[in-house]
């Protein structure tokens, strides 16, 4: 079982629609962050969190740490937020970054 | 202001070759992070430095080698480059080790 578990792995959705995306872990974390990385692979830091909520434009990031599960939402989606969302947590113990497999996210016009 | 450079961007070499991928972190960044994306996976961590010394290494052989220079930036190196070393090597950068990273455009490296 791998320590990161992103679902779905593939979404597609209509302009406008609302889109959310889950992140569950299996160890101990002193942070998660979601990244955006486009085709050709260039890799966006959106949100590290450690607890709570935080938003950012049409982006909302939820993390429940006794649950270990995380969200990534997107409201009134966009074409232009088709792109791979992928969820990365740090480890407390040693600060390395384990990576989920990655959401390919598809928005239709 | 500049974001991580990573030079060169693609890379083609032979089964067999060495390869040395360069990367400059943002200006007061002193950590580095690097790596290893195969097409269709998420990255898969290489090494962390800060202040130049070996922070974390990621589950990969000797053949990967790494180091930080002075200036903070950072090389990878891989040597007897196997087909199975075809992917896209990020960069990261960070104000210390356990702060929000900001990934470099990666160089693609494809062996043949």
């Known amino acids: 079982k791998n320590e990161v578990e992103q679902s779905p792995q593939n979404l597609t959705a209509q302009e406008g629609e609302f889109i959310t995306i889950n992140c569950s872990y299996s160890?101990?974390?002193?942070?998660l962050h979601w990244l955006q990385q486009h085709p050709g692979g260039g890799i966006v830091s959106l949100f590290m969190?450690?607890?709570?909520?935080k938003k950012h434009g049409r982006l909302i990031a939820t993390i429940n740490i006794q649950e270990k599960h995380s969200s990534l939402h997107i409201t009134a989606s966009h074409p232009r937020d088709s792109a791979v969302y992928i969820c990365?947590?740090?480890?407390?113990?040693?600060?390395?970054?384990?990576w989920g497999a990655g959401t390919k996210l598809i928005i239709k016009p | 202001d500049a974001g991580v450079t990573q030079s060169p961007t693609h890379l083609i070499k032979t089964r067999g070759q060495h390869v040395t991928l360069r990367c400059s972190p943002i200006?007061?960044?002193?950590?580095v992070s690097w790596y290893q994306q195969v097409l269709g996976q998420g990255p898969q961590f290489i090494f962390q430095?800060?202040?130049?010394?070996?922070?974390g290494r990621g589950n990969f052989p000797d053949r990967f080698s790494a180091r930080q220079f002075p200036n903070y930036s950072s090389e990878l190196n891989v040597n007897a480059l196997l087909l199975g070393d075809s992917a896209l090597y990020l960069c990261?950068?960070?104000?210390?080790?356990?702060?929000?990273?900001?990934f470099g455009p990666g160089t693609r490296l494809t062996v043949l």
């Open positions: 990261a950068s960070s104000l210390l080790s356990y702060n929000e990273q900001f």
């Open positions: 200006s007061g960044h002193k950590s």
């Open positions: 430095y800060y202040e130049k010394e070996e922070r």
């Open positions: 160890v101990g974390i002193s942070a």
């Open positions: 969190l450690s607890s709570g909520k």
């Open positions: 990365a947590v740090r480890l407390n113990s040693n600060y390395q970054l384990i």
